[in-house]
């Protein structure tokens, strides 16, 4: 199965209401979508979302980085020789992790298309469903109350948290949240970096004090801060969780040497696609660290490639793949099946996907 031509469109969704965290507001997901064509006129495909606040990359940066860079690079080889395409992906461009995920995802929906089994299947896994959380978005405490009722009535029995935008203000803002929703949802915790080290001690200290019961609190302090990570995960019995710390795997190695947090947010925008993200769950089991499988603000298609590895790989404890619940409409045809907080596994070849807007006629 050779590599013949690799292509680029983006799609335009709404989202349900503005996603909104310490670091951005967002309306509508426009990505890149990445469409991989072989010799035996088999296609995979791949997404992959501009979040310049956290990869740096843009619109213009994904598909310069795809059309200018990857697709000449990767133009000719075989998809079943998945080392040396993944090797040469990794190698002709540094960073830009998000367009290589875009073309990872691509590649690994073909080879599973090769092998005539469904993604998760290709990579050793036999969970058939999985469940996520649901984001709550930071907003007026009365408007976060309400969000997270009615994710609750939509049967969501974990909510991510949103907070880090008024320092010590978060701790009011949290027992509301847990009085609402009462002692049986779980609560996960996101600062998205908008904590120091320090405030973050007294924050979380004060949350197991009035018996808020967080999950766990993810990314405290700003993804530079390793020590601050550090201090707080000494300090405190709630689990810290590094999201924007980690994106390669030797960030990940060097948070798991250090014990600077209890466990990992691998998000395939970060890793540069499924290939680097194995790597940081062998490191993780080795080190008996449980992670979280995230996502941006992304689509159907590439939270189903994240949803495949998540089915995967059980070192992937908690699920944080909400990005089509979020989304108003849904562009897509087959794939995994998102029934409220029930991811169901497709159990046709690849990631499953097969009705792309914007490629349709090629
Ligand atoms: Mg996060």
Redesign the pocket.
Known sequence: MKITNITTTECHIPLRTPFK?ALRTVDCVHDLLVRVETDTGAVGHGEAPPTAVITGETLGSLHTAVEEFIAPALQGMEVEDLDAVMTKLDRCLVRNTSAKAAVDMALYDLFAQSCGKPLYKVLGGARNTIETDLTISVNPVPVMVADARAAVEEGFKVL?IKVGKEGLADIPRLKTIREAVGPEVALRV?A?QGWTAKQAVRIITALEDAGVEPELV??PVPAHDIDGLEYITRRVTTPI?A??SVFSPADAFQILQRHAADMI?IKLMKTGGIWQALKICSAAEVYGVECMM?CMLESKLAVSAAAHLAAARSVITRI?LDGPSLCSVDPYTGGPVYEGPRILMNETPGIGITGVPGFEGV
């Open positions: 965290t991510k996101d998205n993810e990314q969780l999201d924007e947010n995230g944080d």
